[in-house]
């Protein structure tokens, strides 16, 4: 074992809980920060514990023009610098101090309120500093719609839904409670006439026009009714944990909506939600911050691999803790992805502690391949067997694979005013469906078999023309690249495929031997691969190579070593965001990203001289690697 890959594995050997899970920080953007600061104000508690450090974290990430970004050294972003700007006066920062000045400076220079999105507005309207006038409608009937009607609930992501709920209780109550402090200042006066008017044009501008005129009717018969309904499918939803979704929008959101609906912060589902937050809070530094969601099941599936590619056994303590936690956490019980599936037991993993009723179909292929590199066979036989049979179950009509949802593809959702806070449809992804296909690989289903040739036909259709794959729930087209590559050579098939993602990763490499990317290559695609080199995206490249039979090539040699030289003390610094949460709206910088795969990445010529392989696609990726060479 290399030197840096045995300063690698001890960092991760420390840092394994004792009851086998790895897990670390999923650090955002300030506006989780902010907007809990809002619910705290919203909710009339008191901010004195959190005051000092949510003020130092806010102005530790302000940037030197004033503003606060969606992601690091990414573009400023107008909403988040309202939100932050907002709840730096409500924990009493001097509105005439620098940083505030320079943030209002930043508000007023791209628009002020008026330009920001609807969710910003819609904090903004709590405290009655924007009118309710200006927020799409949502109304609360759409609990009648049944799962087969366009826009019923079901229509939108399971993350979506989540939030959508509460809000349209939200927003049918029309709110105002005192935020404490004037803003005034953030509205342009050229633009104060545009705020009580939804934007938009078409049939759906029109229709929520319609149903403002339906909500300013004296009396609305099934009102009261939709509301109760809605109240009682949020509280069906609340996770072990307190949390919704286990995630932070539709969590906040329904705290206020349910403290709308008469339950008091002493309610026990309104102190099951707060206190659950606790869990959440990051304290370092000084600072204080509210993460917007945590990844132990992930985090760990991703650590055993690592460590099983460095030659762990699978008898090895580490090893047996971890394969034993995990097989705990798996789901059998139903959820939501039973709107469109008809299996009755689950079988699978979710990306957190308690989120139970939202199993994914991501995590559990990984976590299966996890079981399977990692666990000895008559221990983890069952589990995987149930995993197995319920992604099998998932698979969209399209022959890809959702995160969540099983068809839940209809765009129809994006055109409504209310879709401007990012992804609000759970459709196939390129690298979910290579995960399930590197799952399918490992257990030796066939090329013939019709389940593994519709998720080739889709991998093989959404294959960029310069050979690159989208990564959805990564950044970006290098993630997508590596998920693909690994899928299809786990099948053993698809060479010209996995030779054309070869030729674009090499295509990317930096100067300086590693890879990277930006966020922004969601918004424009001309940077796709393009960015200062991480290590993440370095190692992802990296084992993307050795997957295509080149990790001789002078390229992934030249990334092997941009990883050696930039260890330090066992681990690699990374503060980019790396991770993908909403395309275009909200990223996440993983910390345990930084770490575990480039650990993958070294031990990636043992994991190459383990893989059964054919002689045939050994012949094959030999040919492959020195046609690139």
């Known amino acids: 074992m290399s030197e840096a890959l045995r300063a690698g594995v001890e960092w991760l050997l420390a840092r394994q809980h004792a009851d086998g899970w790895w897990t670390d920080e999923l650090e955002t953007n300030v506006t989780m920060t902010a907007e809990h600061v809002l619910l705290l104000r919203f909710l009339g508690l008191p901010h004195d514990q959190i005051r000092d450090g949510a003020i130092a974290h806010f102005l530790r990430h302000q940037r030197e023009d004033g503003s606060w970004a969606l992601y690091y050294d990414g573009p400023a972003d107008l909403s988040t610098t309202i939100e932050t700007y907002v709840a730096l006066k409500v924990l009493g920062v ?15 220079r791209l628009g002020g309120l008026a330009e920001a999105r609807v969710f910003t507005k819609i904090w903004l309207a709590l405290f009655g500093k924007y009118p309710w006038s200006g927020i799409p409608t949502m ?39 005192s ?24 049939f759906f501008f029109w229709l929520d026009a319609l149903l403002k005129l339906y909500e300013r009717l004296p009396v609305k018969i099934a009102r009261n009714d939709a509301r109760r309904r809605m109240t009682r499918w949020i509280v069906e939803r609340q996770e072990a944990d307190g949390s919704w979704g286990g995630i932070q929008p539709p969590w906040v959101y329904s705290l206020i909506a349910l403290n709308l609906e008469g339950m008091s912060v002493d309610h026990p589902v309104m102190r099951k939600g707060l206190e659950g937050m606790n869990r959440f809070v990051v304290e370092d530094d000084g600072g204080w911050r509210f993460s917007a969601c945590m990844s132990p099941v992930w985090d760990t599936a991703w650590a055993v691999r690592a460590l099983a590619a460095a030659g762990f056994a699978r008898q090895d303590p580490v090893m047996r803790r971890a394969i034993s936690w995990m097989l705990q956490e798996q789901i059998t019980g139903g959820g939501d992805w039973q709107i469109r599936c008809d299996l009755r037991e689950c079988g699978g993993w979710a990306f957190e502690f308690d989120n139970d009723i939202y199993p994914d179909v991501d995590d559990t292929a990984v976590v299966v391949l996890a079981l399977l590199e990692g666990g000895e066979g008559y221990i983890v036989r069952d589990a995987v067997d149930k995993a197995v049979r319920w992604t099998i179950a998932m698979r969209s009509s399209n022959g890809g694979w959702a995160a969540f949802d099983r068809d839940n593809t209809n765009e129809i959702a994006y055109r409504i005013p209310f879709a401007d806070f990012g992804a609000m449809i759970d459709p196939p992804s390129e690298d979910v469906t290579a995960h399930v296909l590197e799952m399918l690989g490992a257990l030796n289903y066939k090329v013939r078999d019709p389940l593994v040739q519709s998720g080739l036909t889709y991998l093989w259709r959404t294959q960029k023309p310069d050979g690159s794959w989208f990564g959805r729930w990564g950044v970006n087209y290098i993630y997508g690249t590596w998920c693909s590559i690994y899928g299809l050579a786990a099948l053993r098939t698809g060479e010209s495929m996995i030779e054309r993602g070869a030729r674009w990763l090499l295509g990317m490499q930096n100067a300086d031997g590693g890879w990277g990317e930006t966020c922004q290559s969601y918004v424009d695609p001309s940077f796709a691969g393009v960015g200062p080199s991480t290590a993440s995206q370095t190692a992802w490249a990296v084992m993307g190579l050795q997957r295509a039979g080149l990790g001789d090539h002078p390229a992934c040699v030249r990334g092997l070593d941009f990883l050696r030289e930039r260890q330090d003390n066992g681990t690699w610094p990374e503060p980019e965001h790396t991770g993908t949460g909403f395309p275009r709206d909200f990223y996440i910088n993983y910390h345990m990203y930084r770490h575990i795969f480039p650990v993958m990445a070294l031990a990636g010529d043992r994991m190459q001289r383990h893989q059964v392989t054919s002689d045939a696609v050994a012949r094959s990726l030999d040919a492959l690697g020195s046609k690139l060479a």
């Open 94 to 108: 001097d509105a005439t101090s620098q940083p505030m000045r320079k943030a209002l400076g930043v508000i007023q």
């Open 139 to 177: 109304p609360p009937e759409l609990i009648y719609l049944p799962s087969r009607v366009p826009l019923n609930l079901f229509s939108f992501s399971c993350w979506a839904r989540g939030t959508i709920a509460p809000l349209t209780i939200v927003i049918s109550r029309r709110p105002v409670r």
């Open 179 to 202: 935020l404490g402090v004037g803003v005034d200042e953030i509205t342009l006066d050229r633009t104060r006439a545009q705020l009580g008017r939804v934007r938009g044009s078409g």
